[in-house]
Protein backbone atom coordinates (compact mmCIF):
# COMPACT_ATOMS: atom_id res chain seq x y z
CA UNK A 1 0.00 0.00 0.00
CA UNK A 2 1.20 3.30 -0.62
CA UNK A 3 1.96 5.87 2.47
CA UNK A 4 0.10 8.55 0.92
CA UNK A 5 -3.35 8.71 -1.08
CA UNK A 6 -3.58 10.58 -4.11
CA UNK A 7 -6.59 13.20 -3.69
CA UNK A 8 -8.72 12.88 -6.70
CA UNK A 9 -10.75 16.46 -6.75
CA UNK A 10 -14.27 14.83 -8.92
CA UNK A 11 -15.04 12.85 -5.87
CA UNK A 12 -15.48 13.13 -2.20
CA UNK A 13 -12.10 11.68 -0.25
CA UNK A 14 -11.53 11.48 3.18
CA UNK A 15 -8.21 10.28 4.87
CA UNK A 16 -8.20 9.30 8.23
CA UNK A 17 -4.76 8.61 9.64
CA UNK A 18 -2.84 8.22 13.15
CA UNK A 19 -5.31 5.00 13.55
CA UNK A 20 -5.01 1.23 15.20
CA UNK A 21 -6.59 -0.08 12.01
CA UNK A 22 -8.30 -4.14 12.92
CA UNK A 23 -7.51 -6.48 9.82
CA UNK A 24 -8.67 -9.44 9.48
CA UNK A 25 -5.42 -11.52 10.43
CA UNK A 26 -3.60 -8.43 12.48
CA UNK A 27 -3.60 -5.09 13.61
CA UNK A 28 -1.95 -2.10 11.74
CA UNK A 29 -0.61 -0.30 15.26
CA UNK A 30 -0.16 3.27 13.53
CA UNK A 31 -2.11 3.25 10.06
CA UNK A 32 -4.04 4.96 7.76
CA UNK A 33 -7.17 4.57 5.68
CA UNK A 34 -8.68 6.28 2.64
CA UNK A 35 -12.33 6.22 1.72
CA UNK A 36 -13.88 7.25 -1.46
CA UNK A 37 -17.33 8.26 -2.01
CA UNK A 38 -18.08 6.31 1.48
CA UNK A 39 -16.33 3.23 0.89
CA UNK A 40 -12.57 2.13 1.73
CA UNK A 41 -10.30 2.63 -1.36
CA UNK A 42 -6.69 1.96 0.47
CA UNK A 43 -5.58 1.78 3.45
CA UNK A 44 -1.55 1.12 4.86
CA UNK A 45 0.61 1.28 7.66
CA UNK A 46 2.96 5.01 8.74
CA UNK A 47 1.74 8.31 8.48
CA UNK A 48 -0.05 10.42 5.47
CA UNK A 49 0.00 13.18 4.20
CA UNK A 50 -1.13 16.62 5.70
CA UNK A 51 -5.17 17.26 5.85
CA UNK A 52 -6.30 14.13 7.02
CA UNK A 53 -8.55 13.48 10.03
CA UNK A 54 -6.17 12.48 13.17
CA UNK A 55 -7.86 9.51 14.76
CA UNK A 56 -5.72 10.18 18.18
CA UNK A 57 -4.90 6.72 18.02
CA UNK A 58 -8.69 5.00 17.95
CA UNK A 59 -9.54 1.84 16.47
CA UNK A 60 -11.15 1.80 13.41
CA UNK A 61 -12.36 -1.79 12.57
CA UNK A 62 -15.50 -3.36 10.73
CA UNK A 63 -18.77 -2.85 11.73
CA UNK A 64 -20.49 -5.29 13.82
CA UNK A 65 -23.37 -7.51 12.31
CA UNK A 66 -26.40 -7.74 14.76
CA UNK A 67 -28.35 -11.10 13.99
CA UNK A 68 -30.65 -11.39 16.93
CA UNK A 69 -32.18 -8.00 18.50
CA UNK A 70 -35.56 -6.98 19.33
CA UNK A 71 -35.33 -4.14 20.60
CA UNK A 72 -37.11 -1.78 17.82
CA UNK A 73 -40.41 -3.15 19.89
CA UNK A 74 -39.15 -1.81 23.17
CA UNK A 75 -39.05 1.69 21.21
CA UNK A 76 -42.30 1.44 19.48
CA UNK A 77 -44.13 0.51 22.59
CA UNK A 78 -41.56 2.03 25.36
CA UNK A 79 -44.14 1.22 28.26
CA UNK A 80 -47.63 -0.52 28.32
CA UNK A 81 -50.40 0.74 26.37
CA UNK A 82 -48.13 3.60 25.30
CA UNK A 83 -46.93 3.31 21.21
CA UNK A 84 -44.82 5.24 19.23
CA UNK A 85 -45.04 6.59 16.20
CA UNK A 86 -43.33 3.56 14.37
CA UNK A 87 -40.86 5.81 12.03
CA UNK A 88 -39.41 7.83 15.20
CA UNK A 89 -39.26 4.07 16.85
CA UNK A 90 -37.35 3.28 13.71
CA UNK A 91 -34.81 5.78 13.55
CA UNK A 92 -34.38 6.10 17.81
CA UNK A 93 -33.75 3.07 17.45
CA UNK A 94 -31.19 3.09 14.40
CA UNK A 95 -28.79 5.47 16.30
CA UNK A 96 -28.64 3.37 19.47
CA UNK A 97 -27.23 0.75 16.87
CA UNK A 98 -25.04 2.85 15.24
CA UNK A 99 -23.20 4.25 18.18
CA UNK A 100 -22.95 0.95 19.19
CA UNK A 101 -20.50 0.68 15.95
CA UNK A 102 -23.58 -2.11 14.29
CA UNK A 103 -23.47 -0.96 11.19
CA UNK A 104 -25.66 -4.01 9.58
CA UNK A 105 -28.37 -5.33 11.62
CA UNK A 106 -31.24 -7.94 11.08
CA UNK A 107 -34.73 -6.52 13.01
CA UNK A 108 -36.04 -9.50 14.69
CA UNK A 109 -39.90 -8.93 14.04
CA UNK A 110 -42.12 -11.58 16.43
CA UNK A 111 -44.36 -13.04 14.07
CA UNK A 112 -47.10 -14.33 16.22
CA UNK A 113 -50.34 -12.47 18.48
CA UNK A 114 -50.94 -14.04 21.48
CA UNK A 115 -54.04 -12.47 23.17
CA UNK A 116 -53.04 -11.12 26.60
CA UNK A 117 -49.28 -11.57 26.85
CA UNK A 118 -47.39 -8.60 24.98
CA UNK A 119 -49.24 -5.40 23.69
CA UNK A 120 -46.19 -5.47 20.77
CA UNK A 121 -48.07 -8.71 18.89
CA UNK A 122 -49.23 -8.41 15.55
CA UNK A 123 -47.10 -5.78 14.69
CA UNK A 124 -44.79 -7.07 12.47
CA UNK A 125 -45.90 -5.73 9.45
CA UNK A 126 -46.24 -2.61 10.79
CA UNK A 127 -43.18 -2.27 12.23
CA UNK A 128 -41.62 -3.95 8.84
CA UNK A 129 -42.98 -1.14 6.68
CA UNK A 130 -41.41 1.57 9.42
CA UNK A 131 -38.24 0.55 8.54
CA UNK A 132 -39.21 0.60 5.07
CA UNK A 133 -39.98 4.12 4.91
CA UNK A 134 -37.46 5.38 6.98
CA UNK A 135 -34.60 3.60 5.09
CA UNK A 136 -36.72 5.05 1.78
CA UNK A 137 -36.29 8.91 3.13
CA UNK A 138 -32.61 8.03 4.05
CA UNK A 139 -32.74 8.45 7.58
CA UNK A 140 -31.15 5.11 8.79
CA UNK A 141 -27.14 5.02 9.02
CA UNK A 142 -27.33 1.15 9.56
CA UNK A 143 -27.83 -1.54 6.97
CA UNK A 144 -31.72 -3.33 8.15
CA UNK A 145 -32.61 -6.76 7.08
CA UNK A 146 -35.31 -8.59 8.76
CA UNK A 147 -35.20 -11.73 11.38
CA UNK A 148 -38.58 -13.33 11.51
CA UNK A 149 -39.39 -14.87 14.88
CA UNK A 150 -41.45 -17.19 14.76
CA UNK A 151 -42.82 -18.77 17.83
CA UNK A 152 -44.48 -21.99 16.71
CA UNK A 153 -47.14 -23.62 18.50
CA UNK A 154 -49.26 -20.20 17.94
CA UNK A 155 -52.31 -20.75 15.96
CA UNK A 156 -51.75 -17.63 13.23
CA UNK A 157 -47.85 -18.25 12.57
CA UNK A 158 -47.87 -19.58 9.67
CA UNK A 159 -49.95 -17.02 7.77
CA UNK A 160 -48.50 -14.30 9.69
CA UNK A 161 -44.72 -15.72 7.94
CA UNK A 162 -46.53 -15.64 4.90
CA UNK A 163 -47.65 -12.34 4.92
CA UNK A 164 -43.49 -11.13 5.56
CA UNK A 165 -41.74 -13.98 4.18
CA UNK A 166 -41.90 -12.25 0.50
CA UNK A 167 -40.52 -8.85 1.80
CA UNK A 168 -36.81 -8.34 -0.21
CA UNK A 169 -35.03 -7.96 3.41
CA UNK A 170 -35.57 -10.72 4.86
CA UNK A 171 -32.55 -12.98 5.47
CA UNK A 172 -33.21 -15.25 8.82
CA UNK A 173 -36.30 -17.30 10.15
CA UNK A 174 -36.32 -18.48 14.03
CA UNK A 175 -37.64 -21.26 15.43
CA UNK A 176 -38.76 -20.49 18.76
CA UNK A 177 -41.28 -22.38 21.21
CA UNK A 178 -42.01 -20.40 24.90
CA UNK A 179 -44.32 -23.33 26.24
CA UNK A 180 -43.58 -23.32 29.72
CA UNK A 181 -41.39 -25.87 31.02
CA UNK A 182 -38.82 -26.15 28.11
CA UNK A 183 -35.88 -24.57 26.51
CA UNK A 184 -35.35 -20.53 28.12
CA UNK A 185 -38.10 -21.64 30.32
CA UNK A 186 -37.55 -25.23 31.17
CA UNK A 187 -37.76 -23.89 35.36
CA UNK A 188 -41.37 -22.37 34.92
CA UNK A 189 -41.06 -20.46 37.36
CA UNK A 190 -38.67 -18.22 35.83
CA UNK A 191 -41.23 -17.48 33.04
CA UNK A 192 -43.82 -16.37 36.00
CA UNK A 193 -40.73 -14.40 37.19
CA UNK A 194 -40.62 -12.78 33.74
CA UNK A 195 -44.43 -12.13 33.33
CA UNK A 196 -44.57 -10.56 36.87
CA UNK A 197 -42.26 -8.29 36.43
CA UNK A 198 -43.40 -6.73 33.18
CA UNK A 199 -45.56 -3.75 33.56
CA UNK A 200 -47.81 -4.24 35.92
CA UNK A 201 -47.49 -7.48 36.00
CA UNK A 202 -49.64 -10.49 35.93
CA UNK A 203 -51.54 -12.66 38.81
CA UNK A 204 -50.97 -16.05 39.31
CA UNK A 205 -54.48 -16.64 38.14
CA UNK A 206 -53.66 -14.74 34.61
CA UNK A 207 -50.53 -16.98 34.28
CA UNK A 208 -52.11 -20.13 35.16
CA UNK A 209 -54.77 -19.58 32.50
CA UNK A 210 -51.69 -18.16 29.90
CA UNK A 211 -49.70 -21.05 30.59
CA UNK A 212 -52.90 -23.72 30.15
CA UNK A 213 -53.64 -22.06 26.69
CA UNK A 214 -49.59 -22.37 25.50
CA UNK A 215 -49.46 -25.75 26.34
CA UNK A 216 -53.04 -26.68 24.27
CA UNK A 217 -51.72 -24.61 21.37
CA UNK A 218 -48.17 -26.53 21.59
CA UNK A 219 -50.14 -29.73 21.36
CA UNK A 220 -52.85 -28.60 18.90
CA UNK A 221 -50.11 -26.72 16.43
CA UNK A 222 -46.95 -27.26 16.90
CA UNK A 223 -45.76 -30.41 14.73
CA UNK A 224 -47.93 -29.16 11.66
CA UNK A 225 -46.59 -25.56 11.99
CA UNK A 226 -43.22 -26.70 12.11
CA UNK A 227 -43.07 -28.32 9.21
CA UNK A 228 -45.08 -25.61 7.21
CA UNK A 229 -42.49 -22.86 8.86
CA UNK A 230 -39.35 -25.33 7.55
CA UNK A 231 -41.06 -25.72 4.40
CA UNK A 232 -41.99 -21.77 3.75
CA UNK A 233 -37.80 -21.25 4.52
CA UNK A 234 -36.92 -23.44 2.20
CA UNK A 235 -39.59 -22.30 -0.70
CA UNK A 236 -38.26 -18.84 -0.57
CA UNK A 237 -34.38 -19.94 0.36
CA UNK A 238 -34.33 -18.19 4.03
CA UNK A 239 -31.76 -19.84 6.97
CA UNK A 240 -33.59 -21.11 9.32
CA UNK A 241 -32.57 -20.63 13.48
CA UNK A 242 -33.05 -22.78 16.28
CA UNK A 243 -33.96 -21.01 19.47
CA UNK A 244 -32.89 -22.03 22.97
CA UNK A 245 -31.86 -25.69 22.36
CA UNK A 246 -31.70 -27.58 25.45
CA UNK A 247 -31.71 -31.24 24.85
CA UNK A 248 -30.24 -33.82 22.51
CA UNK A 249 -33.86 -34.01 21.19
CA UNK A 250 -33.79 -30.06 20.65
CA UNK A 251 -30.34 -31.06 18.66
CA UNK A 252 -31.82 -33.74 16.68
CA UNK A 253 -34.60 -31.47 15.78
CA UNK A 254 -32.35 -28.62 14.71
CA UNK A 255 -30.45 -30.84 12.54
CA UNK A 256 -33.69 -32.31 11.06
CA UNK A 257 -34.91 -29.05 10.00
CA UNK A 258 -31.56 -27.88 8.13
CA UNK A 259 -31.07 -25.11 10.68
CA UNK A 260 -27.72 -22.84 9.95
CA UNK A 261 -27.61 -21.28 13.16
CA UNK A 262 -28.27 -22.04 16.42
CA UNK A 263 -29.45 -18.95 18.96
CA UNK A 264 -28.61 -19.35 22.69
CA UNK A 265 -28.33 -22.84 22.94
CA UNK A 266 -28.82 -23.19 27.36
CA UNK A 267 -26.96 -26.20 27.91
CA UNK A 268 -22.94 -26.80 27.16
CA UNK A 269 -24.50 -30.42 26.26
CA UNK A 270 -26.61 -28.57 23.24
CA UNK A 271 -24.25 -26.44 22.18
CA UNK A 272 -21.73 -29.22 21.83
CA UNK A 273 -24.17 -31.60 19.98
CA UNK A 274 -24.82 -28.16 17.65
CA UNK A 275 -21.30 -27.96 17.28
CA UNK A 276 -20.16 -31.31 16.40
CA UNK A 277 -23.05 -31.24 13.62
CA UNK A 278 -21.56 -28.06 11.94
CA UNK A 279 -24.48 -25.79 13.52
CA UNK A 280 -22.97 -22.23 13.89
CA UNK A 281 -23.65 -20.94 17.31
Known sequence: MKEDFEMNSSSSET????ARVVLADRVIEHGWIALVDGYIAEFGEGSTSAGGVDAGGDLIMPGLIELHTDHLEAHYVPR???????IAAVVSYDGQLATSGITTVLDSLRVWREDGAEEVDGRAGLLAEAI?????????RADHFLHLRCEIPMPSVVEEAKELIGRPHVRLMSLMDHTPGQRQFRDEGKL???YRGKGAGKTDAELDALFERRFAY?????ATNMREIVALAQQYEIPLASHDDTTEENVTDAIRDGVAVAEFPTTIEAARGLHQAGIGI
Open 218 to 222: QKAYA
Open 80 to 86: PKVFWDP
Open 132 to 140: DAARDANLL
Open 15 to 18: VIGN
Open 192 to 194: RDY
